[in-house]
């Protein structure tokens, strides 16, 4: 059964660069079916989508985040990443990891990780 | 941007039918999928391709799209269906995944 467990720091200081991971278990993060995501949600709030990343490198960003965010992806590890940099209050959220499934243009998520809260605070 | 529109709750009494919207331009158009987040957890896929359930989501659940409104239909409702209910789609003009910003369910 393919798992999703995000890591990284659980608090980060304004300005700065949020680095997170996410570790793919019980099946390869190298499949040619599937992108790998990102997905963030402030709390009290609704989700927004940050970006996903195929296996070769290829990704796909939220328009809105695209000149802070990047993503990687470690095929030896079967880990990708995030970075979102100069972070404000409002980068405050639990930040989910999950797989990208079907086709791009009619893709859906699943399944996620359990989250992990990030504190942009000084 | 492309927008989704859902109503803030929804509640329903045990045993009955509820119905969640999800509005946007031409919807029909795309593929709408939903999840259900219940307090301090992660969403979980409830439908996808509009109407298809994933394995070991009940038959209850169900899903249409057409016009400018999709809908997620669980039937029968029970306590545990209490939860918070988000339709997303991909955006292809901006290249974008974008939700819905969810419906909370309430069981009476």
């Known amino acids: 059964q393919l798992q999703l467990q995000e890591s990284g720091p659980g608090l980060v200081k304004p300005s700065e660069t949020l680095s997170l991971t996410c570790t793919v278990s019980g099946g390869s993060i190298s499949s040619s079916s599937y992108y790998w995501g990102w997905i963030r949600q402030p709390p009290g709030k609704g989700l927004e989508w940050i970006g996903s990343?195929?296996?070769?490198?290829?990704?796909y960003y939220n328009p809105s985040l695209k000149s802070r965010v990047t993503i990687s992806v470690d095929t030896s590890k079967n880990q990708f990443s995030l970075k979102l940099s100069s972070v404000t209050a409002a980068d405050t959220a639990v930040y989910y990891c999950?797989?990208?499934?079907?086709?791009?243009?009619?893709?859906?998520?699943?399944?996620w990780g359990q989250g992990t809260l990030v504190t942009v605070s000084s | 941007s492309y927008v989704l529109t859902q109503p803030p709750s929804v509640s329903v009494a045990p045993g009955k039918t509820a119905r969640i919207t999800c509005g946007g331009n031409n919807i029909g158009s795309k593929s709408v999928h939903w999840y259900q987040q219940k307090p301090g957890q992660a969403p979980v896929l409830v439908i996808y391709?509009?109407?298809d359930r994933p394995s070991g989501i009940p038959e209850r659940f169900s899903g249409s799209n057409s016009g400018n409104t999709a809908t997620l239909t669980i039937s029968r409702v029970e306590a545990g269906d209490e939860a918070d209910y988000y339709c997303q789609v991909w955006d292809s003009s901006s290249d974008n995944v974008v939700f819905g910003g969810g419906t909370k369910l309430t069981v009476l």
């Open positions: 391709y509009d109407s």
């Open positions: 999950a797989r990208h499934m079907g086709k791009v243009t009619e893709s859906w998520f699943d399944p």
């Open positions: 990343i195929y296996y070769s490198g290829s990704t």
